[in-house]
């Protein structure tokens, strides 16, 4: 983390702070909002709980969305020593062995997290949305809640798709299943509409850990499921009507962008390999029912081609939206108001975005500058770059661990990268990348390829492999 300019210890400072620190106080001014069936769905093991959500009927097919999110500036004012190691990293840092939180946990994981049965000061996105997935009425406001339920992404998914009974925290809360249901389904009727609008499902599977004990024993794919989607597509809503509001309010603000992929020619040609032939400039339409397509004819291959395809998009960076001006928008959710609010414990832009929303809600001036906040995109987009350095490295020192007895074993493998850097390539089990040092010429992103295991540097994370007959 030193290496990449990320602190990973709290500065005397910000502890000092830290021990000063006691709840946020209560608001009567607040709208109370404490008695709806609010609920947060997160990873098994997540205590920095960032958004909950709730519906609300409504006539013909319609419901009432609300999405609550931790008051973390209440806190942590801006311009505090708290505020200053967050905006030194930008982000929570997550990897196999530990995960370096963007604020200490007390206040991530206790006071600025939405936890069960705790009363908490919050924003929340109100919206309408169609049983068509039509977006309206959305506000923005500030109120007080109460998580009536912490649930697991996993349990809640197997549930949903009747795999398996509902988990005990749902059948204790009187209401909570034909509340997750009436969610699921406006999450699907999100999902039709953005997928129908040009935005990609992709399936992107990402390492976990398990331990045995103290022991690394393997990296497994923590994959999608239908939980994660009905999270996903409240946050997307969710952080549209945040980028909308402050557009309306005149306010300048940080956005979420990805540019048009400049490697689409890649695209065009894995999906000519597979049978389709894509326009010739970027079409985000076009590519997502061509996804869609794949996702339904062959399940099993889906994950590697979401992987190319990842990769030949690009990365997404943040910028500063001047009101009035065009936005650069989101290719890969096709949506041109973006912007980051619905995760501030744990990551900076959604804390920035918050005060100006607060400071707007209030009638006060913006707490930032254009050039301040240009400048905190540019520094955020490096910021979470070095992270996923971090996070990448890491993981790969865990992999070349579990691999380092397997020397010359062979695996299916796909390219992840093809530049005058270097190829590298990904294996399923465990689930690692490495770099392919023999036999790479003329492979590109998204090509199947059989590789050999020729050496690991645990400390370096390095994996290396040959091209296999």
Same mark, same amino acid.
């Given at each position: ?12 400072a ?11 106080a ?35 097919g ?10 973390v500036d ?23 062995? =530990? ?89 699907? #009727? ?32 923590d994959?999608?499921n ?53 326009? #010739?400039?970027?079409?985000?339409? #076009? ?30 960076e ?47 001036? =913006? ?10 995109a ?8 070095? =992270? ?22 062979q ?5 992840t ?10 294996? #399923? ?17 998204g090509?199947a ?21």
């Amino acid at each position: 983390m030193l290496d990449h300019g990320l602190e990973p210890d709290m500065p005397a400072a910000a502890v000092a702070q830290l021990n000063g620190i006691g709840a946020a106080a209560a608001d009567a001014a607040l709208r109370d909002l404490s008695d709806l069936l609010w609920c947060s769905i997160d990873n098994d093991d997540s205590r920095d709980l960032d958004q909950l959500s709730v519906a609300v009927p409504r006539a013909a097919g319609t419901a009432r969305i609300l999405i609550a999110v931790a008051d973390v500036d209440a806190l942590v004012p801006a311009g505090s020593p708290l505020d200053a190691h967050a905006g030194v990293n930008t982000t929570s840092v997550y990897t196999a062995p =530990a995960v370096f939180p963007m604020l200490p946990e007390r206040l991530s994981t206790d006071l600025t997290s939405l936890a069960a049965g705790q009363r908490r000061v919050s924003l929340v996105i109100d919206m309408t949305v169609t049983a068509g997935g039509e977006v309206s009425n959305e506000q923005v406001y500030r109120a007080t809640v109460v998580n009536k339920a912490k649930l697991a992404y996993d349990s809640v998914a197997a549930w949903l798709d009747a795999r398996a009974q509902a988990p005990a925290t749902v059948s204790a809360v009187a209401g909570m299943a034909e509340q997750l249901r009436l969610q699921d389904r406006v999450a699907q #009727a999100l999902k039709r509409v953005r997928q129908a609008a040009g935005a990609l499902g992709l399936t992107t599977l990402e390492s976990q850990a398990v331990y045995e004990g103290a022991a690394l024993i393997d990296l497994r794919p923590d994959e999608d499921n239908r939980a994660k989607e009905l999270i996903e597509y409240f946050m997307i809503a969710a952080n549209g009507a945040v980028a909308r509001f402050l557009e309306a309010q005149r306010s300048a603000s940080l956005r979420r962008v990805l540019r048009v992929p400049e490697r689409w020619d890649r695209i065009v040609e894995l999906a000519r390999q597979l049978g389709t032939q894509l326009p #010739a400039t970027p079409d985000g339409g #076009a590519l997502s029912a061509f996804l869609v397509a794949r996702q339904r004819i062959a399940p099993q291959s889906f994950p590697d081609l979401s992987l190319a395809v990842v990769k030949l998009l690009g990365r997404g960076e943040y910028a500063l939206k001047r009101p009035g001006e065009p936005a650069e928008g989101h290719f890969g959710l096709a949506v041109d108001d973006y912007t980051h609010a619905t995760a501030p414990n744990r990551r900076y832009p959604d804390l920035v975005t918050q005060r100006l929303v607060k400071a707007a809600l209030a009638g006060r001036p =913006a707490p930032y500058s254009e050039a301040e906040l240009r400048e905190l995109a540019r520094h955020c987009t490096e910021q979470e770059a070095n =992270a996923d350095r971090v996070e990448r490295q890491v993981r790969k020192s865990a992999a070349a661990q579990l691999l380092a007895p397997r020397i010359g074993a062979q695996f299916a493998a796909v390219v992840t990268g093809a530049s005058d850097k270097g190829t590298w390539v990904r294996i #399923a089990q465990p689930l690692a990348e490495g770099r392919l040092v023999q036999g790479f010429a003329g492979l590109d992103v998204g090509d199947a390829v059989q590789v050999r295991l020729t050496r690991t540097d645990i400390e370096r994370g390095y994996i290396d492999f040959a091209r296999a007959p």
